[in-house]
């Protein structure tokens, strides 16, 4: 999938944006501006995993018009501010693989609930797929989700007993109460 352009913060061009700064409130606002910068870039392209090892590969971390690198080291401290917010969170344990969630998961089941809900479809399966790749879903904001994401997002709702994953061989679904 081609990348889409954002409009990309000023500091962005600012050398020092990519190297972590010393002072504490410097480096607050930088930690923030970063944050903000991956969900918005993540939620532009549909990103929803990010590999740490490759991150100096796209232009999310990496700057080439001023040949800047934000190293490994603090893409991971930075995803790990994201993780205190539920934006994020560690897919393997040796914190190389992320997911990034621009919407907390539980925003993202009140999204799907809230669809559910709007189309009358409770009482009904719907597959995986169909939930999130299905013409019927083209629209919404949730279109497109990774599985594995989408998979803790209705484990949520599950929880909250309003709904059913099924995971079969042969069907990979959701009915919904």
């Known amino acids: 999938m081609p990348e889409v352009d954002i409009e990309w913060p000023w500091q962005y061009n600012f050398p020092p944006f990519f190297t972590l ?40 971390f990496y700057n080439s018009t001023i040949n800047r690198k934000l190293e490994q080291s603090v893409i991971l401290s930075i995803l790990s501010e994201l993780q205190k917010t539920d934006n994020s969170a560690p897919v393997d344990k040796l914190n190389n693989r992320w997911e990034i969630y621009w919407h907390t998961l539980e925003e993202w089941a009140s999204m799907i609930y809230d669809y559910v809900l709007g189309q009358g479809i409770q009482n009904s399966v719907l597959t995986l797929h169909e939930l999130v790749q299905g013409e019927d879903t083209a629209e919404e904001m949730f279109f497109g989700m990774n599985q594995e994401v989408l998979l803790k997002v209705l484990r949520l709702l599950e929880k909250d007993r309003k709904c059913e994953v099924i995971l079969e061989d042969d069907v990979q679904g959701v009915k919904f109460f």
Not at 26 to 46: D, F, G, H, M, P
């Open 21 to 60: 700064q010393p002072h504490p409130e410097t480096r607050s606002k930088q930690v923030a501006a970063w944050k903000s910068l991956i969900l918005e870039y993540c939620e532009k392209n549909k990103i929803y995993v990010i590999d740490v090892r490759e991150s100096s590969q796209g232009p999310l």
